[in-house]
Structures are given as structure tokens and as C-alpha cells.
């Protein structure tokens, strides 16, 4: 990599981190805590994001859903009267604060709540940018593999909160719990890690109860 392309990616994230910046705090101002959603394709993201919105026992809701193309999700979370906008961006693996600054102004923050911020399924690049959120929510499943966090270490590193969804599949998938833990206590020694099933509810309760001591 030549130092004109370390110079460009230094100018990319800088900026994107400032307007990240302002995102917050204009949230912060509307009494609204984001959360940055992040997951491979598959793992349940938009499952989830139903069950929380649930749980949260009438505390507002807003979703940003971020897809490479598609609105199948938001189309999902409309019908059930979440307030809901779209992002696709035709082949860009992740969000940014330019993609979510600019959709916040079609997303009518009228009362304080919860911003959930569904990025791309990736477990690379979502990490890597912030987009103005308070913290970042990582899903996993048992599906995926024990392995996840000693091949994507930098989601593990960055989430505030795991979740290990799909844990109804557990009785059939050769998944090690503690293999699992171990790889990511040594990049994350303090988020939380919680098993849940978006098919049975298991475990949305404790993540509810966490989000809304953290807003």
C-alpha cells in the first residue's frame, strides 16, 4: 500500500468520525440512544430487532435498515407499525455517517427512544466505521460455528453486547459454549453475552433490560 492510499483511508475515517460525532450528539439532544446492529447475513438481525422492540415495553422505537439492495425487512417491520427507513447501497459492505446523517432527515425523531441502526450482514466491515451510535450489538448464532470470534476478532473487540441467537438449535449442531466464550473474553473481557432464540423469545428479557439501563 503506497502512502497516498494510507493518506486517503486516514482522510476517510476522519471525516466519517466527525459527522459521526455530530450524529450523536444531535441525538443525544433528542433524548434518543442509538444502537448499531451488527451480524452476518442469516443470523436473525431483524428477528431480533422485533423481539427488542417488543420487549421494551413502550419505549419509542426507530429502525434504520441497511441492506445492499432490497427493502424485504422494512416492509416486515412497517407492517407490525415500527417506524422504519431504508438504506441500500448497492454493493458498499457497511454504513456510514454520510449514508445514516443524510436518512435520519426522512426518520421522524418526535419523541425520545431507541434508535436500533441494522448495518450490512458483514462481520468485517461493519466494525470498522462508526456511524453515531451509543454502542454496538453483535449477533451471532450457533449456526455460524464456535469460530467466529478467532476469525472476525474486530466485531467481537468492538461490541458493547453479544448476542448468541438460535440457541433452539443447540440440541443438533456439534457448537463448543466454551471455546466459543473463551475466544471472546480474551478480545472482550466485559460485554455481556447472552443466548436467545428470536423463534422461542429465550434471553430478549436480560437484553431489554440491558438497553434500557444503558439509556
Request: hydrophobic content about 40%; overall charge negative; cysteine-free.
Given at each position: 500500500m503506497s502512502n497516498k492510499d494510507v493518506e486517503?483511508?486516514?482522510?476517510?475515517?476522519?471525516?466519517?468520525?466527525?459527522?459521526?460525532?455530530?450524529?450523536?450528539?444531535?441525538?443525544?439532544?433528542?433524548?434518543?440512544?442509538a444502537i448499531n446492529v451488527m451480524g452476518a447475513p442469516g443470523v436473525g438481525k431483524t428477528s431480533s430487532l422485533i423481539k427488542l422492540i417488543k420487549g421494551l415495553n413502550?419505549?419509542?422505537a426507530y429502525?434504520?435498515?441497511?441492506?445492499?439492495?432490497?427493502?424485504?425487512?422494512?416492509?416486515?417491520?412497517?407492517a407490525l407499525d415500527i417506524e422504519t427507513v431504508q438504506?441500500?447501497?448497492g454493493g458498499a459492505c457497511?454504513?456510514?455517517?454520510?449514508?445514516?446523517?443524510?436518512?435520519?432527515?426522512?426518520?421522524g425523531l418526535n419523541e425520545p427512544g431507541v434508535l436500533f441502526i441494522e448495518n450490512i450482514g458483514n462481520l468485517v466491515c461493519p466494525a470498522e466505521f462508526n456511524i453515531g451510535e451509543n454502542c454496538k450489538m453483535l449477533i451471532t448464532t450457533v449456526a455460524e460455528g464456535d469460530d467466529k470470534p478467532y476469525k472476525y476478532p474486530l466485531?467481537?473487540?468492538?461490541?458493547?453486547?453479544i448476542l448468541l441467537n438460535k440457541i433452539d438449535l443447540l440440541p443438533y449442531?456439534?457448537?463448543?459454549?466454551?471455546?466459543?466464550?473463551?475466544?471472546?473474553?480474551?478480545?472482550?473481557?466485559?460485554?455481556?453475552?447472552?443466548?436467545v432464540s428470536a423463534k422461542t423469545g429465550a434471553g430478549f428479557d436480560e437484553v431489554c433490560e440491558w438497553i434500557q439501563s444503558r439509556m
Open positions: 486517503i483511508m486516514e482522510n476517510i475515517y476522519s471525516e466519517n468520525d466527525r459527522i459521526a460525532e455530530r450524529i450523536q450528539k444531535s441525538l443525544h439532544e433528542q433524548g434518543i440512544y413502550g419505549v419509542k429502525v434504520i435498515e441497511g441492506d445492499i439492495e432490497s427493502d424485504i425487512d422494512t416492509k416486515k417491520l412497517k438504506i441500500n447501497t457497511h454504513l456510514d455517517g454520510i449514508l445514516i446523517e443524510n436518512t435520519l432527515n426522512d426518520l466485531a467481537f473487540e468492538k461490541a458493547a453486547i449442531l456439534d457448537f463448543d459454549m466454551d471455546y466459543y466464550i473463551r475466544g471472546i473474553r480474551v478480545l472482550n473481557p466485559n460485554a455481556p453475552i447472552i443466548k
